[in-house]
Nanobody, 120 residues
Framework: QVQVEESGGGSVQPGGSLRLSCQAT????????MAWYRRRPGKQREEVAA??????????DSGRGRVTLNRDGDKNTLNSIYLQMNRRSPEDSAVYYC???????????WGQGTQVTVSS
C-alpha cells in the first residue's frame, strides 16, 4: 500500500502563484503514475496534470500555459511530484488531490487533499 500526502495549499490572490507538493511513501517501488486532481465547489472531480514513471506528462486544457508538473527523485522511482500553478483565478479555487497508481494495486491511492483558495 502507498500513503499519499499533499502540501502547499492555501490562499492566494488572483494572478498569484502556488506550488503544491505530493509525497508518496510505503511501497513506492511499483508506482507507475502520479496525478493531480481537483474538485471545485459544485463540480465533479477533474484531472489537472499527470506524470508517468517514464516521464510522460499530461496537462489539462484548463492549465495549459499556467501549470507545470515536475517530479523529484531518481529516474527509476516516482514518488514525489510538484504542481506549479501560475496566474491563478478564482475559478481555480478547489480541493486538490494527489493520486498514485501502482502495479499490483486494484485501485489508485489518494491523499486527503489540500485546499486552494484564490480570492482578493
Amino acid at each position: 500500500q502507498v500513503q499519499v500526502e499533499e502540501s502547499g495549499g492555501g490562499s492566494v490572490q488572483p494572478g498569484g502563484s502556488l506550488r503544491l507538493s505530493c509525497q508518496a511513501t510505503g511501497r513506492i517501488g511499483n508506482i507507475y503514475a502520479m496525478a493531480w486532481y481537483r474538485r471545485r465547489p459544485g463540480k465533479q472531480r477533474e484531472e489537472v496534470a499527470a506524470i508517468t514513471n517514464a516521464g510522460a506528462t499530461y496537462i489539462a486544457d484548463s492549465g495549459r500555459g499556467r501549470v507545470t508538473l515536475n517530479r523529484d527523485g531518481d529516474k527509476n522511482t516516482l514518488n514525489s511530484i510538484y504542481l506549479q500553478m501560475n496566474r491563478r483565478s478564482p475559478e481555480d479555487s478547489a480541493v486538490y488531490y494527489c493520486n498514485v497508481q501502482a502495479k499490483g494495486c486494484a485501485a489508485p491511492d489518494w491523499g486527503q487533499g489540500t485546499q486552494v483558495t484564490v480570492s482578493s
